[in-house]
């Protein structure tokens, strides 16, 4: 997916510690609805399922492409050592991860006034606070204020959005099924790698008996 990976190329490159602190969740983060590797869009959730059927063994492929757990407490690629066993594809989330900290967050923030509407900077300091990581260092400063003014303007979520619209899940009798379960006509543009691969994967009689409910009680998808 080129447009994909043109669009990654976007973010500074960093460095993570590799502690897997934020790959996992407390149990605090867990009671206030926070979520591993979300949002996760429609294009990049089969990248990612591309790379995995690629590059991981058998047992392991099953393992990941059955995982159907929505919001899991600790994200299913975290590897044993506490490496990201996807790390060449994680998503935008993932990659925008600590990219920013409260000195360059506050910085664009004053550079961009007046310049872009203020609900916009607000909703991006709001948004990047919660997103800031002392164990992660910027490796690429000169793309950083690109990266802001994309993420103030949406242009992030708009170009994953186009990507993933041209991109379909599964074959069509899944998306009849789909669409009869949910009374949907598209697939879902962004939700969770087992909320994907509930639809990707799941036998479908499984898909009959039980999706339905299960999509009642999902947390992370987008309901309108």
């Known amino acids: 997916m080129r ?78 050592d506490h490496s990201c066993t996807i790390y060449p594809v ?38 990047e606070a919660g997103m800031v990581c002392p164990r992660v260092a910027v490796l690429e400063p000169e793309k950083v204020a690109r990266h802001a003014r994309m993420l103030m303007e949406g242009t992030y979520e708009r170009e994953l959005a186009r990507i993933s619209a041209e991109v379909e899940l599964a074959g069509a009798e899944r998306k009849r099924l789909f669409q009869r379960l949910t009374g949907r006509e598209e697939w879902p543009l962004r939700w969770s790698w087992g909320g994907f691969n509930a639809l990707r994967s799941a036998p479908l009689a499984w898909l009959r008996r039980h999706f339905a409910a299960y999509w009642r009680k999902a947390e992370l998808i987008d309901r309108k």
């Open 3 to 80: 447009d994909l990976e043109v669009l990654y190329d976007q973010v500074p490159a960093t460095r993570c510690a590799g502690t897997g602190d934020c790959c996992w969740l407390t149990d605090e983060e867990f009671d206030n609805y926070y979520a591993t590797m979300f949002p996760l869009y429609r294009a990049e959730y089969v990248h990612i399922v591309n790379y995995v059927e690629q590059h991981f063994s058998p047992q392991r492929r099953q393992e990941l492409l059955n995982f159907t757990e929505e919001r899991p407490r600790r994200c299913p690629f975290l590897g044993a």
């Open 90 to 127: 994680r998503p935008l989330i993932c990659r925008t991860y600590g990219a920013l900290n409260p000195v360059s967050i506050a910085r664009q923030a004053i550079a961009h006034q007046g310049d872009l509407p203020s609900a916009q900077i607000r909703a991006f300091v709001r948004r």
